[in-house]
Structure formats: C-alpha cells, structure tokens
C-alpha cells in the first residue's frame, strides 16, 4: 500500500501538468464573467502605440509542431523516483476559422504524435516509445476566441475525453499552447516596451494553483509581434480528500517559474514560441497506515513551430 500511495501523490502533483480551460467531463466550458478583463496594463511602453488584435480570416488553416522534454524527480524518505520523457513532437493542425458573432471558432487536433528515438537505443524500448506517443493522435477539440485571445468557450473531442490518455500529460499541452500560442491582448493601445499581466487559475484534481503570464512587448514588424514571457505559478497550502483511494494529499508547497520568448502572427492561428522552467512541489500523502512526505522537482523544456509556410 505504501508503493501505492508514493504513486497516487506522483500523479496528483504537478503543477505544470494542470489545465486551464477544460472541465473534468469534457463539456463545454465558457468564460466564467465575460464583463471581466483577463488581462492587467502594467506599462503601455513607448510612442507610438496602437491597439493590438487578432485578425483571423475565414477559413484559416494553421500547422505547427510542438516538441517538449519532461524531468521529473520525485523523493520520499525511503525512495526516489526518475521519469523523464525523452521527447515528444506533436503535429498540430488549428482550423479552419469560423466567424462567429463573438470571433473565432476552429477546431484543434494532434495529427500525428511522435517520440524522439535517440540512435542507437534497443528496437523494443524505441517501439514502446513510439506506441506510448502515438496514444496522443486524433486528441483535440474546438476553440472560441475574441480578437483579443480570450478563450470564450472550449470543448475537448471524443479522443480527448478517452480514459487511455494521460490526463496530465493533456493539461501540460493544453495550458502550454494557451499561455504561448494564445496570448491575451491588452484592451488599449500599446507601444515597445509593453507590459501586462494575464492571470488564471488552474484546477487538477481539486488542488487549486494561480498562474500570472507576464507579458513585454519587444518588437512589432506589421502584423508580428515578438514577446517576452515570464510564467509563474504558485499554490496556497490545501488538502483534498480522495475517499474512493483512501488517501488525503496536502500541499505544503506548489511553485514553478518559465521564461521564453514568443513570435506571435496576428493573422495566423499559432505561434513560434520557446520556453524553458522548473518546478517544486512538497505533498503529504495520508493514508490508513499513515503519512508520507513527498518532494518533486521537474524541469522541462517546450518549443512551439509555426511551419504553414514550410509544407
């Protein structure tokens, strides 16, 4: 029971690995105060300012790739426990855009899912490898968005929904794409030199975690905008009850910090962006024959490829 419990903690922590925009059953989630400004002006920048937006035409079609590395250690007082995902590349197609009343809508999906098979490695391992990526294909849903970027309503499809994927792994892709590729836009006009903030908060689980996407505008060429960003996420401390496992995990301590860049085509439904971080959790585990303290420490690594123009 022991091993047990170390592993049920080990799923339950990430902090990373947490989804922004999708409710547990799959239905259909809309912004909860649409009157609400998601995003916080903390420096206008320099003359001369112009508004930014969103300017998705009918039928847009966009392909990228998305590749990411993942370390994870977890410890405990008797054991310690490496995974490490050696890489991933996901083949993501967004579109085609449908105008609506409110935007945006388009539909998301992995078209093909890949594992970075380093030369050399045994043809069983590289199968499994490669079998455990493909788990990801056909995964997706629909999006609705202003022209600011604001996420109006999402819907994961039926693969997504599946019990064969792993729900951490489909939150880690899901919040990464919404904090890179979907940048919310500031509500005034802006010039170099701006900042803003834009703040979610994140649910897995029942453990509640605060995001704020940092924002600064470092260059603009019409209509493609180069940023920094700079992710934070911190958790207060707060226990959840799991009756059916008979356990308890409570949060001493749920942190991570990111910072990369992003290239963001206001006409185009994907960016090119890069981001790199870490993250800490400390978690106990109460279980019927006791507690057990648990440490992780991750470090990752996410790239993101707009490659429309190159097929």
């Avoid at 409710?23 to 649409?34: N, Q």
């Avoid at 392909?63 to 405990?76: E, G, H, P, R």
């Avoid at 493909?134 to 022209?147: K, P, Q, R, S, Y």
Wanted: proline content about 4%; hydrophobic content about 45%; charged content about 25%.
């Amino acid at each position: 029971m022991r091993k047990q419990t170390m592993v049920r903690g080990l799923i339950l922590m990430s902090v990373l690995l947490a989804l922004s925009s999708c409710k547990k059953d799959g239905s259909s989630a809309t912004a909860a105060d649409a009157n609400a400004d998601p995003v916080l002006l903390l420096d206008a920048g320099a003359e001369p300012q112009a508004v930014l937006r969103y300017k998705i035409a009918e039928g847009t079609t966009t392909k990228s790739n998305m590749d990411f590395t993942i370390a994870t250690l977890a410890k405990t007082s008797e054991s310690a426990a490496l995974t490490v995902v050696p890489g991933v590349r996901l083949h993501i197609v967004s579109g085609p855009a449908m105008a609506t009343e409110r935007g945006v809508k388009f539909e998301v999906k992995i078209a093909k899912a890949e594992a970075a098979i380093p030369q050399g490695l045994d043809p069983k391992v590289a199968k499994e490898l490669q079998q455990s990526a493909a788990i990801l294909d056909d995964v997706g849903g629909t999006v609705e968005m202003n022209d600011r970027g604001v996420s109006l309503a999402t819907e994961l499809n039926d693969r997504a929904k599946s019990p064969d994927i792993p729900l951490r792994l489909l939150m880690m892709i899901v919040n990464a794409r919404t904090t890179l590729s979907r940048v919310v836009l500031p509500a005034g006009p802006v010039g170099l030199g701006a900042r803003w903030e834009a703040r979610k908060e994140l649910e897995l689980y029942g453990f509640k975690v605060q995001q704020v996407d940092t924002y600064t505008l470092v260059e603009r060429v019409g209509d493609e905008i180069k940023l920094k960003v700079a992710v934070t996420q911190n958790a207060l401390p707060q226990s959840v009850d799991f009756p059916d496992e008979g356990i308890a995990i409570s949060v001493e301590q749920m942190s991570a910090n990111a910072n990369g860049e992003i290239i963001l085509n206001l006409n185009a439904l994907e960016s090119d962006a890069a981001a790199s971080g870490a993250a800490t959790d400390k978690l106990s585990v109460t279980a019927p024959e006791g507690t057990e303290k648990i440490s992780v420490d991750e470090a990752f690594e996410i790239r993101m490829t707009n490659t429309t123009a190159f097929e």
